[in-house]
C-alpha cells in the first residue's frame, strides 16, 4: 500500500491509510495469533519492512510506517521470545511485482526500463524476485530458527546506500 507524495502535499489521510495498512494491520495480526502462539509454546511471526524504512524520497509515511514495523517487531521478540514465539522481519528491496510497476507507470518508464535501471544501483546487478522474499521467509518460520528473533533482514542484493 503506497500513498506515495512529498511532506508539503501528502494528506493527513494519505499519511492515516498508509500507517493503518503497516502498522495497525501487523499489530491486529499478531495480537490475534499470540495468544495462539503461546499456548502451544511455539510460533513464528514474519513482519514485512521495506528497505525504505532507511528513508525514502517521497514516502514520508511509508518508511515511518515500515521502520516502525522493525521497532514493533524487536518488541515482541521481546516480549514473547519465552513462551517460544520468535519475531523477525523482512525488508525488501527493488522486487518486481505489481507495486514496482505501478511505480514505473507512475513516473512513466516502461517497467522492463525501470527493471534495468534499478538493476544498476544493486550490487548483485539484478532486481529481486518473489521467490527472494519468500526463501527468506522461509528461513525464519524454520522450526531449527528458535534461536533466531528480534531481526531484521534485508533482501535487496546488497548492502544499501
Not at 495498512?21 to 513482519?47: E, P, T, W, Y
Not at 528497505?51 to 514495523?69: D, E, F, H, M, V
Not at 522486487?95 to 527493471?115: C, H, L, P, S
Not at 534461536?147 to 533482514?153: D, L, P, T
Request: hydrophobic residues 45%; aromatic residues 8%.
Amino acid at each position: 500500500m503506497l500513498r506515495d507524495n512529498l511532506l508539503f502535499k501528502m494528506s493527513a489521510g494519505d499519511w492515516d491509510t498508509v500507517m493503518n495498512v503497516h502498522l495497525r494491520g501487523a499489530f491486529l495480526m499478531s495480537k490475534a495469533c499470540q495468544k495462539h502462539m503461546v499456548d502451544a509454546g511455539f510460533g513464528r511471526i514474519v513482519n514485512l519492512s521495506s528497505s525504505s524504512a532507511l528513508g525514502n524520497r517521497g514516502q514520508a509515511n511509508y518508511a515511518a510506517a515500515k521502520a516502525g514495523l522493525q521497532g514493533f517487531t524487536k518488541t515482541l521478540a521481546k516480549e514473547l521470545g519465552k513462551f517460544g514465539v520468535t519475531a523477525n522481519s523482512v525488508a525488501p528491496g527493488f522486487i518486481v511485482t505489481e507495486m514496482t510497476k505501478a511505480t514505473a507507470d507512475r513516473v512513466g518508464m516502461d517497467f522492463e526500463e525501470f527493471q534495468a535501471a534499478a538493476a544498476t544501483q544493486i550490487p548483485v546487478q539484478r532486481v529481486g524476485r518473489p521467490e527472494d522474499i519468500a526463501n527468506a521467509i522461509a528461513f525464519f518460520t524454520g522450526e531449527d530458527t528458535g534461536f533466531v528473533s528480534g531481526q531484521v533482514m534485508y533482501v535487496a542484493g546488497g548492502p544499501l546506500n
